[in-house]
């Protein structure tokens, strides 16, 4: 069975060539994401032929492997189900990186002004450290053919790997190594002081986004606008608007007029939330203008939130929306909240209904014996009346 080697095309768009010298033929043209089968390679070109049989060379830097591709396929079947956290707007031409990272591989491209869904929020360090380069070898090259005899030289042995880093699953960074030209010898320190801290590495936060046509990658999050309407963008107080939901609508003049969830976070990159406050706005129908309903402050809060409804008896079926954050111990949990009419409360789980309930039987009971031990040493004391009011 013939082995099939396929890549896959980065560049917006480029031509097939018939040779690989300065002046060609254009034999064709391929575009952003077309597949393509590996015929052979020569220095940086490589010789393919398209899905519709059209052959000729390209430059390998076009091109991604197939093993990227599957990274971005994979990352768009694990957040297949993600709920939308906003839509928004590209600000320019973005590439759309496997992992959010400046150096991560990238295919597919947006376009200037696209729709996109944004999914999830990561921060990274703008300029990591970049890997040591192996030490190049002194011998001169070898012809094609000639058989490479093995070198006396001794390996290097690898230095230990760094401990995981304990900070949360969103920051993907890590904190460089102070190199030695940086750091003041011992020499010229005076007794008793401390060498400086090494520079804090430069954030910047990326967007998870899934394009009109369904590809899902990472761009920077400055990249994209939220299409957050402007009279509940002007209630930011100079926050960074990270998500916005609309919980229902209401009629106003004839006409639906949505009401919204809006998740806000201090205006600089490299938190290690994504956001640490949330807004409810409603209708204030009778002056045409949204009131703020709800407002929660101090939160670390994670994405994914998610909106919905759910039937509540009496008071009957109310928009809903439950948020993650982090609680006094450190867990993320889950909080529910539902919204009747301009009224936002929290929905308190099977678990925190039954404490509840138990102080409260709790304190009538500690209440009772008050009562009674009163009673007890005042036996001749007659019990408070209720006074009733004259008609």
Known sequence: MAHHDYMYVSAAETSLRDRVATMYNKMGTVHNGDRVEVLEKERRFVRVRTDGGQEGWIEERSLIPQDVYDGFQKLAQDNADTPVQAHGTTRAELNMHVTASRDAEHLYQLKDGEKVEVLRRATAEKNPPKPAKPAQSTTSPKKKGATTQPKAAATATPKPSTPPSTTPA?????????????????????PGEQPPPPPKPIMEDWYLVRSSSGHVGWVLLR?????????????????????????????????????????????????????????????????????????????????????????????????????????????????????????????????????????????????????????????????????????
């Open 170 to 190: 969103t920051t993907t960074a890590t904190t460089p190594a102070t190199t030695p030209a940086t750091t003041p010898s011992a020499a010229a320190l005076k």
């Open 223 to 391: 990249m994209v606008d939220l299409d957050v309407p402007l009279d509940i963008a002007q209630y930011a107080e100079g926050q960074r608007i990270v998500a916005y939901f609309v919980l229902n609508n209401v009629e106003e003049d004839g006409k639906p007029q949505p009401q919204y969830l809006v998740l806000l976070n201090e205006p600089k990159d490299g938190l290690p939330y994504d956001y640490n406050q949330i807004r409810v706005f409603t209708r204030n129908r009778p002056k045409h203008r949204y009131e703020t309903a709800y407002r929660e402050h101090n939160l670390e809060g994670y994405l994914p939130v998610r909106v919905g409804h759910q039937d509540f008896g009496k008071e009957g079926d109310l928009p809903t929306f439950t948020i993650r954050k982090k609680n006094d111990a450190g867990q993320i949990v889950e909080a529910t909240y539902k919204m009747n009419g301009p009224i936002v409360r929290r929905v308190l789980t099977p678990e925190e209904a039954a404490a509840e309930k138990a102080q409260h039987q709790a304190a009538l009971a500690n209440r009772m014996k008050e009562m009674s031990a009163n009673h007890a040493q005042h036996p001749n004391q007659p019990p408070a009346r209720k006074h009733k009011k004259k008609q």
